[in-house]
């Protein structure tokens, strides 16, 4: 059996057991950005239930343009549907991360981050903690997304379970920075 297949059947199983619609805007009022890895899924370090979140996932769960465009079609979607107030917007990065296996291949990382290798330092692809507070940093900088979020970051090790709070929430713009975060 593929594993389409596979997914299929679970879905048909579970659907027909427990199948609910639910709201276009989550009940959190949450957006989670967070990396592909398999290891550090969301939906189980957060203990997510169907319809609390909206999650985005990409290599390293990291804030791109094309992230920064996800995200502020998602704040004009919400918008639409009549949602008014704040959001949060939670990156969760991780230990032992793929992207990290990437520094020795500067251009690659400069295409994904759509920056020259120069400035790739400013990413600290091999420091999670770090790497949190660069990215807010850049969503702190980008004015097409809203100044209601409300924006923190979180470090999850995938050897231990533990989940580290390394940037706390806060708003979007109205303070420049938050700690100095911890290495992971």
Known sequence: MTAIELMQRRHAESAAQRFQPLSEIPSLRALVI???DQRADPTHILGLKPGEA???RNAG???TPATIQMVAMMATVVAEAGARGGFELILLHHTDC???RLAPHDQLLASYFDIPVSALGDKHVTEPARAVQADLDCLRATPILPDTLIVSGLVYD???GGLELAVP???LRGRER???PRPA
């Open 158 to 160: 995938v050897e231990t």
């Open 61 to 63: 769960g990291r804030i």
């Open 98 to 100: 793929g992207v990290a």
């Open 34 to 36: 967070a990396c592909a």
């Open 169 to 171: 929430p806060g708003p």
């Open 54 to 56: 909206a999650v985005i």
């Open 178 to 180: 938050g700690p100095s």
